[in-house]
């Protein structure tokens, strides 16, 4: 702490007389009250910087790094990408994967700037050399040796070490993995007792609140960087358990698996994707929320593998406009595109256009809500499946499948990644579509959509079909104006549309009111 002062002015002044009193004040240019002011001593105090270094001492033994041998492990071009999923390259994944879609909505550039048309031809013309080894970072939670990593550092291995913060290195095995969330469980067999850490209750973590990143970023092990809680509850397309915890402590390449930590030295999330233009940090970083991890590791632990419910619909979210074409009083529950052939949810009755608003009496909020309690349930439980179909509420009893063997696990609930667009108040005259015959007879064909029409606006394109208005099959044009009449009679203003086309089904909500 230093003082910085001036002496006073009863110590200048002393044995003054008014006239030097005048003298000092045109000498100096300043008033006497105004240097008065500065006659006592200026504190100045040292800043209050939060020092993590407590937590870093206590917590760096049980994170390390994790050294993955794989014979056919490729290299990518992860730099020039905007999405880092460990080993996989944002142009390595499939043509229907959300990110994808999103970016080919969103103008067909690529999150590096690039058009879609272009990268894939890089893509084709790059030479993918194979790499041995990969790494990525872990933490154990048990003084036994068993450690968290993600699934996608360890998923194509054939061997696996554990490098220790003291450089001691490690032979480990795996013992059961989740791509759905992204984790796994490695085992280190030895008599020596591990330091491990444990997970917090991440509901107390607020937006705001400090984080610490450990692990083992471009295999530099080791590694602290700090920072906050930007957001909860962040869905980035990578399946429908998203529910990741954004933090801008800086995450690179190799921290994938790594722990984040409250100040108490809990692990709050595991690090799993980054977004980044450039390839490395811009301070959006993505981690697995503890209570994820912490019942799918407890799985894994016990039989090297996660059984989730499985409902078997394809679903999308309940927009404002889709609830008011069906009657909803609220934007809630998740729409059912459609059900899969033999699955719980066909098995049951449940049918393409319903909502399904609660489960097991606990309301739904959206397709995301809807696909993690089915699946905290788990298989061959009996549920109480709350609808709204026709206007009315009802419920069926569903056996819920196993989410983890059956074959038609394949087909996953999912959410539609067609949203709807603001409205634009035009009337059934000016709906902006022109239909004719379907080729095959069912459903009404789709030739002409006014590009400038809401119909448009929606993704409604010439070739697609349309098979049902508010849930009733059409299939003539006067069956669509049946329909509307029908919805306008009760008082709605929107009537709800399910179209067909190459990619599959989703429904739209298009304009019904006259004038």
Same mark, same amino acid.
């Given at each position: ?134 790494? $990525?970072?872990?933490?154990? /939670? ?6 968290? +990593?993600?699934?996608? #550092? @360890? &998923? =194509? ?121 450039? $390839?490395?940090?811009?301070? /959006? ?6 209570? +994820?991890?912490?019942? #799918? @590791? &407890? =799985? ?216």
């Amino acid at each position: 702490m230093s003082k910085i002062g001036r002496p006073s002015l009863k110590t200048i002044l002393k044995g003054t007389t008014v006239a030097g009193l005048a003298a000092v004040m045109l000498s100096t240019g300043i008033p006497a009250q105004i240097y008065q002011s500065y006659a006592e001593p200026v504190t100045v105090a040292s800043p209050q910087v939060p020092s993590f270094a407590d937590v870093v001492s206590a917590v760096s033994p049980a994170v390390v790094s994790v050294r993955v041998k794989s014979d056919t492990t490729p290299a990518s071009d992860d730099a020039s990408n905007g999405f880092s999923f460990g080993g996989r390259g944002f142009d390595e994944l499939p043509d229907d994967h959300p990110l994808k879609r999103f970016f080919r909505e969103f103008g067909g550039q690529m999150p590096n700037g690039r058009n879609q048309e272009h990268a894939e031809r890089n893509n084709r013309n790059r030479q993918h050399y194979m790499r041995p080894v990969s790494q $990525g970072s872990g933490f154990f /939670i048990s003084e036994d040796g068993y450690l968290v +990593t993600n699934n996608h #550092v @360890v &998923a =194509d291995g054939s061997a696996y070490t554990v490098v220790m913060n003291d450089g001691t290195e490690l032979d480990a095995k795996l013992i059961g993995k989740d791509s759905r969330t992204d984790l796994a469980v490695l085992k280190v067999d030895t008599k020596r007792k591990f330091t491990y850490v444990k997970f917090a209750d991440d509901a107390k973590i607020r937006v705001g609140d400090w984080v610490v990143a450990v692990g083992n970023p471009f295999g530099l092990g080791g590694t602290v960087t700090a920072g906050i809680v930007s957001a909860r509850g962040r869905d980035i397309g990578s399946g429908p358990y998203d529910d990741f915890i954004q933090i801008d402590a800086p995450v690179n390449r190799g921290n994938s698996g790594g722990p984040t930590f409250n100040q108490n030295g809990e692990v709050v999330g595991i690090n799993t994707a980054i977004f980044s233009p450039s $390839g490395g940090s811009v301070g /959006i970083a993505f981690a697995i929320p503890a209570s +994820t991890a912490k019942d #799918v @590791v &407890a =799985d894994l632990m016990k039989s090297g593998k996660v059984e989730r419910g499985w409902l078997g619909v394809q679903i999308q979210p309940v927009t404002q406009e889709i609830a008011e074409s069906l009657g909803l009083a609220e934007a809630k529950g998740a729409l059912v595109v459609s059900p899969q052939n033999g699955s719980p949810g066909a098995k049951a009755g449940i049918k393409q256009g319903d909502v399904i608003t609660a489960v097991n009496g606990e309301p739904i909020k959206d397709a995301r809500d809807l696909a993690k309690k089915v699946a905290a349930i788990g298989p061959n439980k009996k549920v109480d499946v709350s609808i709204w179909r026709g206007g009315k509420a009802q419920s069926v009893e569903v056996t819920l499948g196993n989410l983890a063997s059956d074959e038609a696990s394949k087909a996953e609930t999912q959410q539609s990644q067609q949203q709807a667009q603001p409205s634009s108040e035009k009337a059934l005259a000016n709906l902006g579509i022109t239909v004719g015959p379907s080729d095959d007879g069912t459903g009404v064909a789709v030739t002409d959509v006014d590009p400038d029409s809401e119909a448009a606006a929606k993704g409604l394109k010439e070739g697609e079909k349309i098979t049902a208005v508010n849930n009733q099959q059409v299939a003539t044009a006067a069956d669509i104006t049946k329909a509307i009449a029908a919805a306008r009679k009760d008082g709605r203003t929107r009537a709800l549309f399910q179209i067909e086309s190459q990619s599959g089904s989703r429904f739209i909500a298009l304009p019904i009111n006259e004038g």
